[in-house]
């Protein structure tokens, strides 16, 4: 890799990776093993005891896995990152890290619907309460802290509507609380946007749809920012007190700009174990190669694709981000200027009933439950992904029953089209 400062192409095919120096593989190979010999009784006892970095077992640490860390952090700005199994296993390693029971967060009420469901169902289960708020109005946050809160959290582009949020005027927000401002970045992706550079402390991902991007392997990360003082307010004692499970370390003041994702690491992987696996590791990292050339690709696609179901005359309405008549747009030609995402939702005229026969006549795109794919994706939200929120907590989140959400893939333009004409045209 070059010495200069390297752009966001070159670290995402090179970040992190280097030819293997016992082989000399230059792809990063799959570790494929659960542990790793230790030098002599006392290196053992150095990584046991966090006074070295290194390879101990897979549940906590693996070379594969290594390489996708660096990798990310490096195209999100960050100082270190955190792989996982899913998004969903970084989101829980984050509160983990931040809450104790009788806390609460500050959350966006637009969000994937799964982490509607984490934070309002499971989390209860952890003692952790959910406050939500309205992503286009900052002020609905701050009202709602209290001395038991403990952090915010947003989606750069909100799922399913794909709306960008006002990063920097929630970041405000967090920041004259003192709390972490925690941003999912799953459908914006880095090439898209970075949110630590608009004020965010912490970023997490699902891997599972635009940076594997194949649509074949569960992955989630935690970038660590490095910025946050978790020391300030007393409030975060994972990573400002002495902790039992290391002989008295004190997270924060040992290990400094890098605490957070260490503690994701060493407290809430180590005792929770949700780990990814090395193949699944490898597979994102291959797919990450490409980010910049599939974003792209995306962006183009669902725009072209906006503006034609635009002017068909069953479609009630496009929310795409992406036209210059959407009133997403002068945010989303702020924080994403190369492109609005793949991602976005319309209605048709004939409701739930056309929304469901729509999706049933189209050929090429496939019906199914993701995001993030090289192929064409189609949900009707309100009966699956978000079927278990009431009818107002659905048009809340941008579900309501009329909505078809379309994830763009990058096959060519002419027969993503063509698959949707001829399912209107059997309505
Ligand atoms: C899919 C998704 C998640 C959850 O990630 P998994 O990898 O499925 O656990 C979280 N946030 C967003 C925006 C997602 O699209």
Partial sequence: MPTHNPGFATLAVHAGAQPDPTTGARATPIYQTTSFVFENADHAAALFGLQQFGNIYTRIMNPTQAVLEERVAALEGGTAALAVASGHAAQMLIFHTIMQPGDNFVAARKLYGGSINQFGHAFKNFGWEVRWADPADPASFESQIDERTKGIFIESLANPGGTFVDIAAIAEVSQRHGLPLIVDNTMASPYLLRPLEHGADIVVHSLTKFLGGHGNSMGGMIVDGGTFDWSASGKYPMLSEPRPEYAGVELHKTFGNIAFAIACRVLGLRDLGPAISPFNAFMIQTGIETLPLRMQRHCDNALAVAKWL??????????????????????????????????????????????????????????????????????????????????????????????????IGIEDEADIIADLAQSLAKL
Avoid: C
């Fill in 310 to 407: 635009k002017d068909q005359e069953k479609v009630a309405w496009v929310s795409y981000s992406g036209l210059e008549d959407d009133p997403n747009h002068a945010l989303q030609q702020r924080y994403s200027p190369k492109g609005a995402g793949a991602v976005f939702t319309f209605g048709l005229k004939g409701g739930y009933e056309a929304g469901k026969a729509f999706v049933e006549g189209l050929q090429m795109f496939s019906h199914l439950a993701n995001i993030g794919d090289t192929r064409s994706l189609v949900i009707h939200p309100a009966s699956t992904t978000h079927r278990q929120l009431s009818e107002e907590q659905q048009v809340a989140a941008g579900a309501g029953p009329d909505v078809v959400r379309l994830s």
